[in-house]
């Protein structure tokens, strides 16, 4: 058995909540996901985003070729130096490792970042996982993936680097628990999918930080705080919450263009972030409040700053000022 694992890790699959309860108790009003780390481990670790080259289902034609209506038409729409297709993966792990190492960072997982990473066949995704783990301090892997994609023979393979010791995250797009507004969007996924992802991965020790889109079309309030309570109860690990961002070339600037979606503004957007946080868990790990690797170029809408610190500092003081923090208005499920 490689060891590699555990000898780094303390949470064996799941997210410690002794850990959680402290960040709290040091004052902290969210449960971030710096701060989790930090708390759990003397080292520093930093995400290798690569691609792989992954196509989507929703756009290749094996569920559809229309996509989402947020997702660009032709590219991708991110912006890490060394994450492009036009690098091998040796080459784009190599030297962000070396980047990284010169900062102080003796850690690593590999994260598949632009497309589906999960969207190919069984023998093609285990020699990329495996090649991927074989880099020296890579404790592990973070997969960006759809919940249609993700059927058992891959969480069985995933599973197995688990018991090795490895650290394995699924980024998992879910963006809402309402099947209306998946419908709207054109996912083609379900709010079941979601679930059986994430029941799936429980039982498999595979951590889960699911991507989440407040201000969808058609979606109130209730529904969002909803998808807040739902995701809680389903004991979901991490989180990142996004604001919707109109992108060029996509179906939702022809919606906006046309008078029939607006985007929040920012005040809006941090009182929603607040509210939701404060319906949700306070033991689900925030990673991300904001989407700060779009580049402005592509950007249409909304017009403010994106910077996800800048908005996290907003959230955690409008918190303070209600003199709330995470989970504040959720029932915990033990
Ligand atoms: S699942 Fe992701 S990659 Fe596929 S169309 Fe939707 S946003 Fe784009």
Known sequence: MNLVGQIYRTNNGSIDKNIVDKIYTDGFNIAQYGLYMKRERDYKTFKVAVDAGFSCPNKDGTTDTRGCIFCPKMGRSISVEYCNIKYSLKEQIECQIQQNREKGISKFYVYFYPGTNTHGPLNHLKKLWDYALSFEDVIGLSIGTRPDCLENEKLDILEHYVKQGYEI??????????????????????????????????????????????????????????????????????????????????????????????????????????????????????????????????????????????????????????????????????
């Open 169 to 334: 995250w699924i980024d998992l797009g879910i963006q809402t628990m309402h099947d209306e507004t998946l419908d709207f969007l054109n996912r083609k996924h379900t709010s079941k999918d979601v679930e059986r992802v994430l029941t799936e991965c429980k039982k498999r020790g595979i951590l889960v930080c699911g991507h989440i889109i407040l201000g969808l079309p058609n979606e109130n309030w209730k529904m969002m705080m909803k998808t807040a309570k739902v995701l809680s109860d389903l004991k979901i690990d991490a989180l990142k919450i996004y604001p919707l961002v109109v992108i060029e070339n996509t179906e939702l600037e022809l919606l906006y263009w046309k008078g029939e979606y607006k985007s929040l503004d920012e005040k809006q957007y941090i009182y929603l972030v607040t509210d939701f946080l404060e319906h949700l868990s306070k033991y689900v790990i925030i990673q991300r409040v904001s989407k700060d690797k779009v580049p402005n170029e592509i950007k249409i809408s909304p017009e403010w700053s994106l910077k996800r610190l800048r908005i996290l500092n907003e959230v955690s003081k409008e918190l303070s000022r209600r003199n709330s923090k995470q989970g504040f208005k959720y029932i915990e499920k033990f």
